[in-house]
């Protein structure tokens, strides 16, 4: 098993930064990929960003060249440094895992709310 807590959400005006932090626990060697994602109110859970243990990421579209994931294999934590949000952005923010035999973990969110 393996255990994801989230921190570092919060309100932020249009322009701002934030940056989460998810903290993994347990049977932290499985972790595989180590991602985000967001759900937006009314929408579905989307990728942000997701990385590989090896090193490689991928960004979603609309965050390219604002966000960036960074992960500790050693401190088992992977951040989401979050530059020149928009409005857009708000939603609930979901650190997840998935381990080499494809079992998949959940943070229980944070909330990010971007005004304009």
Request: net charge positive; with cysteine; charged share 15%.
């Amino acid at each position: 098993q393996v255990q994801l807590v989230e921190s570092g959400g919060g309100l932020v005006q249009a322009g701002g930064s934030l940056r989460l932090s998810c903290a993994a626990s347990g049977s932290t060697w499985r972790i595989n990929t180590f991602d985000w994602y967001r759900q937006a109110p009314g929408k579905p859970r989307d990728l942000v960003a997701g990385s590989t243990r090896a090193g490689a990421t991928n960004y979603a579209g609309s965050v390219k060249g604002r966000f960036t994931i960074s992960r500790d294999n050693v401190k088992n934590t992977v951040n989401l440094q979050m530059d020149s949000l928009k409005p857009d952005d708000t939603g609930v923010y979901y650190c997840h895992a998935t381990t080499y035999s494809s079992s998949q973990y959940w943070g229980q969110g944070t909330q990010v709310t971007v005004s304009s």
